[in-house]
C-alpha cells in the first residue's frame, strides 16, 4: 500500500502564489504517476496537473495551463505543484494521486492521469478575491 502524503496549501489572495508538496511512502512509486487533483464544494473532482515517471511528459487541465507547474523530484517519489496568479476559482481541497502510468509518456501529456489508485487525504486551498 502506497501512502501519499501531501503538504503546503493556506489561503492567499487572489494574484498570489502557492506550493503543494506530496511525497509517497514508497520507492516503488517511481514507477507510477503521479498528480494532483482538486474538487471544490459542490463540484466534481478534476485533475490539474500529473506527471509521468522520470518527468517524461506532463498534462494539464486548460484552466491552470501557464499559472501552474508540476515537477517531480529527482528520486521519484516526491511531486510538486507550484501555483502563481491564483484566482479564485481555485479555491478547492487538492489531492495528491498516483497510480499506473497510461502507455506512453505521450498518453500521459495527452489524457492525463486516469483513474489513480492512491490518494492522499487532500490539503485545502483558499483564494480570496
Known amino acids: 500500500q502506497v501512502q501519499l502524503v501531501e503538504s503546503g496549501g493556506g489561503s492567499v489572495q487572489a494574484g498570489g502564489a502557492l506550493s503543494l508538496s506530496c511525497t509517497a511512502s514508497?520507492?516503488?512509486?517511481?514507477?507510477?504517476?503521479m498528480g494532483w487533483f482538486r474538487q471544490a464544494p459542490g463540484k466534481e473532482r478534476e485533475e490539474v496537473a500529473s506527471?509521468?515517471?522520470?518527468?517524461?511528459?506532463?498534462h494539464y487541465a486548460d484552466s491552470v495551463k501557464g499559472r501552474f507547474t508540476i515537477s517531480r523530484d529527482n528520486a521519484g517519489n516526491t511531486i510538486h505543484l507550484q501555483m502563481n496568479s491564483l484566482q479564485p476559482e481555485d479555491t478547492a481541497m487538492y489531492y495528491c494521486?498516483?497510480?499506473?502510468?497510461?502507455?506512453?509518456?505521450?498518453?500521459?501529456?495527452?489524457?492525463?492521469?486516469?483513474?489513480?489508485?492512491?490518494w492522499g487525504r487532500g490539503t485545502q486551498v483558499t483564494v480570496s478575491s
Open positions: 494521486a498516483a497510480g499506473p502510468c497510461p502507455g506512453t509518456w505521450f498518453d500521459l501529456e495527452r489524457d492525463g492521469l486516469k483513474n489513480p489508485d492512491y
Open positions: 514508497k520507492d516503488t512509486t517511481i514507477y507510477l504517476c
Open positions: 506527471i509521468y515517471r522520470s518527468a517524461l511528459s506532463s
